[in-house]
């Protein structure tokens, strides 16, 4: 059969000056890109276009800078060769058109490449991605964002990006799993709305739900991310802590109720994280190696809720909204200090108050009756000893 022929690679052609705009096309260019004799260039990218170039084409290697404009809509992808290759030119990638909805995608080499400097990111925004092909974790260590990929036949390498230093984001790893920490309830949970408990998993944007305060609110944003334990580190900061039923009050919760370590408690007029209350007989945290699933609910303003009769916290946006992104890609967020979070009632992370309702709830604990966790999780082990998972219908 014959083979529909194929198409030249296109030639990108700045001879005539050091700049050149991309308005709304899609360009593939593996080929030839003229630069005549510069020794620097930009190419912008406006208007939903996207680019395609091998960061190796002919012509862009020869050059000592290049900077790729990345506007609104816009998303360019690098690729680098199959072939070891040293590339001289310094590469700064420009989201400063962007308005958040600027996409860089990644395509690293199976083998190690040169690099004069790592690429430079810059004039980032709220909403702006970064993918990383093969991608299994990121973090910024000192001025350098660096995601670690699977690399050649399974082996491990490193992708360095120069960043500010205090740019803040949500990562997706290559098993779709966000890794940070936000306000969380687990499947199964029974929210208090007015048309009675539903499992936190039903609820959606615009569904009404119940305040401490009796009001009927809307549901402004509901998301929520999978955890898979073998898959991350410190699992003490991801695995759901359990409250047992009366462990806060007479009838409070009414039944078993997990929530994520960092979730706040209303109690005696303050936000107290479920981490700083376990107590290991009504208040655990148990390992587990399975996979579970966190949701979370944002209203117009932080609030308390009603979960499983006791009164928890909404979610509340500190810029690390986990965003529902392709496996190995990266949104910035705002950082939080520049955002107005404003908790509805003052957070205790420590001091004479946060004592002595430990001390109230561990007494209590012994008043009902529950033992001391054998199967807890402790600072050292992460062993799996209690599938609670299978509770939750």
């Known amino acids: 059969m014959a083979k529909a022929p194929q198409k030249p690679p296109i030639k990108l052609d700045l001879g005539g000056g050091n700049a050149l705009t991309i308005d709304g096309a899609q360009i593939t260019s593996d080929g030839l890109i003229n ?3 510069l020794n620097s260039a930009r190419i912008d990218l406006i208007n939903g276009a996207q680019l395609t170039v091998n960061s190796t084409a002919l012509g862009i290697k020869a050059l000592t800078n290049i900077t790729y404009g990345i506007g609104n809509n816009c998303q360019l992808v690098l690729k680098e060769p199959s072939v070891k290759v ?3 030119n310094k590469t700064t990638i420009d989201f400063n058109e962007s308005a958040g909805t600027g996409v860089l995608e990644y395509k690293p080499s199976d083998v190690a490449l040169a690099l004069a400097d790592p690429i430079k990111l810059i004039n980032l925004h709220q909403g702006d991605k970064i993918k990383v092909d093969g991608a299994t974790s990121a973090k910024i260590i000192g001025k350098e964002l660096v995601f670690r990929t699977s690399g050649l036949l399974g082996l491990g390498g490193t992708v360095k990006f120069a960043i500010d230093p205090n740019a803040t984001f949500a990562f997706v ?3 779709g799993e966000v890794t940070i920490k936000i306000p969380c309830f687990l499947s199964g949970t029974l929210i208090a709305t007015p048309l009675g408990e539903v499992p936190v998993e039903k609820l959606g944007k ?4 119940y305040t401490m305060n009796g009001n009927a609110v809307p549901i402004i944003w509901a998301g929520r991310r999978t955890i ?3 898959a991350v580190d410190r699992l003490r900061e991801h695995v759901p802590i ?4 009366g462990a806060l009050d007479h009838g409070t919760p009414n039944r078993d109720l997990y929530v994520s370590p960092d979730h706040c408690l209303f109690l005696n007029g303050t936000l107290i994280p479920a981490k700083f209350l376990v107590n290991g007989r009504s208040i655990t945290q148990t390992a587990t190696l399975e996979p579970f699933t966190y949701h979370h609910i944002e209203l117009e303003r932080h609030d308390i809720l009603i979960a499983e009769g006791a009164y928890v916290e909404s979610y509340l946006d ?19 200090s520049s955002r107005k979070a404003i908790h509805c009632y003052p957070p205790v992370y420590s001091g004479s108050v ?3 309702i430990q001390t109230a709830l561990e007494q209590r604990a012994g008043e009902l009756g529950y033992f001391k966790d054998r199967k807890e999780i402790s600072r050292e082990s992460t062993v799996n000893v209690f599938p609670f998972y299978k509770r939750i219908q």
């Open 35 to 37: 630069v005549g004799a």
């Open 86 to 88: 040293d590339i001289l």
């Open 173 to 175: 790893q290559k098993d």
């Open 206 to 209: 615009g569904d009404l739900v």
């Open 228 to 230: 898979n334990p073998k």
């Open 242 to 245: 359990r409250i047992r039923p």
């Open 318 to 336: 500190l810029g690390n909204k986990a965003m529902f992104l392709e496996p190995g890609t990266l949104m910035f967020t705002a950082p939080a």
């Open 354 to 356: 946060l004592n002595s």
